[in-house]
């Protein structure tokens, strides 16, 4: 009768995790199914409050807690709005959690049950070493922080059932404090990252390494296919292990991983209607993340493509009064052949840090002498002098005439992104909005508008976005591109960490 109850046990637990975990592994694959969320409203209040906090540790100083310099493109990760989440199971036997599977970080978390003083973990499951006979204590503490908040913890470790794999004695974070909104408000309960070990907190490997010392699945790849269509419920798939040929047309094209931390590689040329926009002829970074929802670019370029595409933003007076005091002389000095990188600093409204170019302060041009704006004021006036230099020079291949280029560049100051970086556009008008196209390896990749505009609906009322949003990083890590779900739902993408390669095709 005992032995009757124990296989009962055992039969009705794997029943459960399998119904739980919805994943499969046909054909050798380790195929994970992804939920979805709609992007709504509450997405957008999420982006506005990542790009504040964004900005607040720009302009403080102020580091994520992690071991390299790699460590700058963290922040602006804001797990509020993120649309693609699936579960898995930690310990013997598994504890279940919602995670987001980010390949934009590098560790994995969860609640841990003594996680006492932080109202996100009472709205969670939260792991319990006590209830698992796999468990392995570490106790190493550890901090990460995002643009949403923050997590801190310690480092245990346990077996991870992720489909129907276990993946044994992996390294996962218990975190003990979640200071943040986000995760209170979130449909998910942790992070798996899938990033490089590099940018892993406590240098520990993540999972998908873990998997292949264990020659638990048959290729070193990972594959995402994200469901864009936005009344299907399925919300995709991430499989380990190989791809599914159902979920791409057609062959991918792959370009190699230029940096090892994040997803990193190198990009050329974007189009928008089939025009260069210049700033990335000569080479961009980019870097794919499905832990982001939009595509984040230099702000220059973000915002030619929301002109194109009629978004509106926020007027900058700073950036009119640089094209009214400086155009005519950044248009000579093009025409001179002096180089791009320079001009902003011979007229006087950048220098050079030794790392990277800087407001030198610009009371002649704003005519306010207080010093406490200063420095605010230069770092404004620098920047929009940069982006008027992009803008001009892009013009003057087109051979424009100096009134024509000095107006395009007007125009433009008027589209810059708002300040939390969103920008909408007009619904009706998506079908005459321009393709916009990236340029990877020898390959040109085409976001048709249906594809970056996302529609927000709240109360039976549509607003329309812009997918694009502007992110600046700095040489010699920057100019940096992150291409998140708009382009990862339109490209299925191949993680492949054998070969240190990406690859993308076309989405079925």
């Not at 493109?73 to 959690?97: C, H, T």
């Not at 919602?98 to 609640?111: A, E, H, I, M």
């Not at 926020?314 to 000579?332: F, L, Q, T």
Request: hydrophobic share 40%.
């Amino acid at each position: 009768m005992g032995q009757k109850f124990l296989l009962l046990f055992v039969g009705l637990w794997f029943l459960s995790c399998s119904l739980l975990l919805h994943a499969s592994s046909s054909d050798g694959l380790l195929r994970i199914k992804l939920k979805k969320k709609k992007f709504d409203l509450e997405s957008l209040v999420a982006l506005k409050v990542a790009r504040k906090e964004y900005n607040l540790h720009k302009k403080y100083g102020s580091k994520p807690n992690l071991l390299n310099s790699d460590a700058d493109i963290i922040p602006l990760k804001n797990y509020l709005d993120a649309q693609y989440y699936g579960e898995i199971g930690i310990g013997s036997p598994p504890q279940n959690f919602t995670v987001v599977f980010d390949t934009g970080s590098s560790n994995l978390w969860v609640p841990s049950s003594k996680c006492y003083f932080s109202l996100p973990c009472y709205f969670h499951p939260k792991y319990k070493s006590s209830k698992s006979s796999s468990y392995t204590a570490n106790g190493k503490t550890c901090k990460i922080t995002y643009g949403s908040g923050s997590i801190s913890g310690y480092f245990s470790e346990d077996n991870v059932l992720v489909g129907d794999l276990v993946v044994k004695d992996q390294v996962f974070i218990e975190a003990t404090r979640e200071s943040a909104l986000a995760f209170l408000l979130a449909k998910f309960d942790g992070i798996l990252g899938l990033g490089f070990q590099e940018i892993s907190v406590g240098n520990f490997p993540p999972i998908w390494s873990t998997m292949a010392d264990q020659n638990l699945i048959d290729e070193k790849i990972f594959s995402f296919w994200l469901n864009r269509n936005a009344d299907d419920e399925d919300g995709g798939e991430l499989v380990f292990g190989g791809v599914v040929p159902q979920h791409f047309k057609g062959n991918h094209s792959y370009v190699p991983v230029s940096r090892k931390g994040y997803w990193q590689f190198d990009m050329g040329d974007i189009l928008v209607g089939g025009y260069s926009t210049g700033y990335c002829a000569g080479g961009c970074a980019a870097i794919a993340d499905s832990g982001t929802s939009l595509l984040a670019g230099p702000t220059a370029i973000v915002t030619e493509i929301n002109h194109a595409i009629g978004a509106e933003g926020v007027i900058s007076a700073e950036c009119k009064e640089v094209v009214k005091e400086y155009g005519d002389i950044i248009i000579e000095m093009l025409i001179a052949q002096t180089r791009p990188d320079k001009i902003c600093s011979q007229i006087g409204l950048c220098l050079f840090d030794g790392s990277q170019y800087v407001g030198t302060g610009i009371e002649s041009v704003v005519g306010k002498p207080e010093k406490e704006q200063s420095s605010a004021n230069s770092d404004i006036f620098c920047t929009a002098c940069e982006m008027a230099v992009v803008w001009m020079q892009n013009q003057l291949r087109l051979n424009e005439t100096k009134e024509l280029i000095l107006q395009y560049a007007n125009q433009l100051c008027e589209k810059l992104p708002s300040p939390m970086g969103e920008s909408t556009v007009d619904c009706d008008k998506i079908g005459e909005m321009p393709e916009i196209s990236y340029t990877i390896g020898s390959k040109t990749f085409v976001l048709t508008p249906e594809q970056y505009v996302l529609k927000v609906e709240e109360l039976g009322v549509t607003q329309c976005l812009s997918g694009f949003m502007a992110f600046d990083v700095p040489p010699p890590r920057g100019p940096l591109w992150v291409l998140g779900d708009v382009f990862m739902g339109a490209y299925h993408t191949v993680f492949d960490f054998g070969k240190e390669q990406i690859g993308f095709a076309e989405a079925a």
